[in-house]
Every structure is written in structure tokens, then in C-alpha cells.
């Protein structure tokens, strides 16, 4: 399918600990895309990268585009309660999103 | 959150029974897509949109129909439901920024349970 692979599926974490995510496409993308989904929420959009190698910061989270443009990471530093959800990458490809498996994070206070 | 609307919220309904989901924009928005969400998979494309009655599949189909008959309403049918159908529903448009990021937004989502 069109759909990009993430991994883990499922991370619990301490309070304070990092915490990352990847994205994994066997094609070349045009660019990535972030959405953050927080529990019984809707998917939010939090970022796009789209050059090769590109690297994003939002506050503690960092985004990166691989170079082959065939990956990328969201990591988030010292995690909190609040980041607790479920972290989804997408490529856009003009109108349609074709998003990954997503990566449930849970945040042991 | 883009003016989309979704109804119901929360639907039981019995195998074999059909099953409409609505979704409601104010914006006029052209594109509008049906997704299904469930543990391990994602976000699947179900069917969407890019205008009064121009619809398209999307990933995962089968089982399902939509219609535009009006720029703002993007209905979603399961003509006999069953239980694989199980499942969060979630509508969402796009919306294109004058710096090229073309953004998804997402209604509150449909919980339906098919028993």
C-alpha cells in the first residue's frame, strides 16, 4: 500500500525521558508530515518538513527529514503528561495523506 | 477546528443493518476524505472527495459507498455492516497555505460499533 511504517507501535516512558518515533517509506517522499493525536481526540497537524536532511524544532519536539528522503524521526525531549497521545506521520501528496501506523505514547508521571 | 462536523458521535448497530455517517463543513472546502482508524493500522483512506459528486476510492473500500450531493455534506455508507467495519471514522478536509503546506484537518470522529 501507500502507507508509510512506524515504529514502535507502543512506548511507555518516565516523566522526563526522551522519547522518539520513526518513519519508514521503501519510495522516495516530496515530504513528510506530523500530526499529534491526543487521546479520544482528533489527529492535529504539528508539522511538514520537506527538504533532504531537513531539521524542525518545536519547543522539545525535533523533527528530521532523512537524507534520502526516505525517513524521518519526531523526538521529544524530557517528556511531559501533556505529550501523551498517539504521534502519526503522513505524506502528502497533493490532495491525498497517506499517514503511518502511528506511535502510541504513554508518559508514566 | 476548520468547521467540520460529524454525526452521529457514537453508533451501535447490528450486523447486516446499513449505516450512514455524516460530515458537515462550513467552509466550502473541495476536498473532503472518510478515514478509519483502528489499532496497528492507522489512519486508512476509505473513499474521498474533490467536489459535488466527484468522489474516489481510497485504500480500503470495500463494504463502503459515499456521496456528495452538496459542497458542504460528505456522506459515508455501509450498505450491510459488519463487524470488521468496527471501527473510529473520521472525515477531514484539506486546506491549501499560501506557503505550500497542504493540511489535513479532521472532524471529532464517529465511534461505530457493529454488533
Known amino acids: 500500500g501507500q502507507q508509510v511504517m512506524q515504529i514502535p507501535q507502543y512506548q511507555h516512558v518516565q516523566e522526563g525521558e526522551d522519547f522518539t518515533t520513526y518513519c519508514n517509506s521503501s519510495t522516495t517522499l516530496s515530504n513528510i508530515q506530523w500530526y499529534k493525536q491526543r487521546p479520544g481526540g482528533h489527529p492535529v497537524f504539528l508539522i511538514q518538513?520537506?527538504?533532504?536532511?531537513e531539521v524542525k524544532k518545536q519547543k522539545r519536539l525535533t523533527f528530521q527529514f532523512g537524507e534520502a528522503k526516505k525517513n524521518s524521526s519526531l523526538h521529544i525531549t524530557a517528556t511531559q503528561t501533556t505529550d501523551v497521545g498517539t504521534y502519526f506521520c503522513a505524506r502528502n501528496t497533493g490532495n491525498q495523506f497517506y499517514f503511518g501506523t502511528g506511535t502510541s505514547l504513554t508518559v508514566i508521571p | 477546528d476548520a468547521g467540520i462536523t460529524q454525526s452521529p458521535r457514537h453508533k451501535v448497530t447490528e450486523t447486516g443493518t446499513p449505516v450512514t455517517l455524516r460530515c458537515h463543513q462550513t467552509?466550502?472546502?473541495?476536498?473532503m476524505y472518510w478515514y478509519r482508524q483502528d489499532p496497528g493500522h492507522g489512519l486508512r483512506l476509505i473513499h474521498y472527495?474533490?467536489?459535488?459528486?466527484?468522489?474516489d476510492k481510497g485504500e480500503v473500500s470495500d463494504g463502503y459507498s459515499v456521496s456528495r450531493s452538496k459542497t458542504e455534506d460528505f456522506l459515508l455508507t455501509l450498505e450491510s455492516a459488519t463487524s470488521s467495519q468496527t471501527s473510529v471514522y473520521f472525515c477531514?478536509?484539506?486546506?491549501?497555505?499560501?506557503?505550500?503546506?497542504?493540511?489535513?484537518?479532521f472532524g471529532q470522529g464517529t465511534r461505530l460499533t457493529v454488533v
Open positions: 477531514a478536509i484539506s486546506e491549501l497555505y499560501p506557503s505550500g503546506v497542504t493540511e489535513a484537518f
Open positions: 518538513l520537506v527538504k533532504s536532511g
Open positions: 472527495s474533490y467536489g459535488v459528486k466527484d468522489t
Open positions: 467552509e466550502n472546502h473541495r476536498y
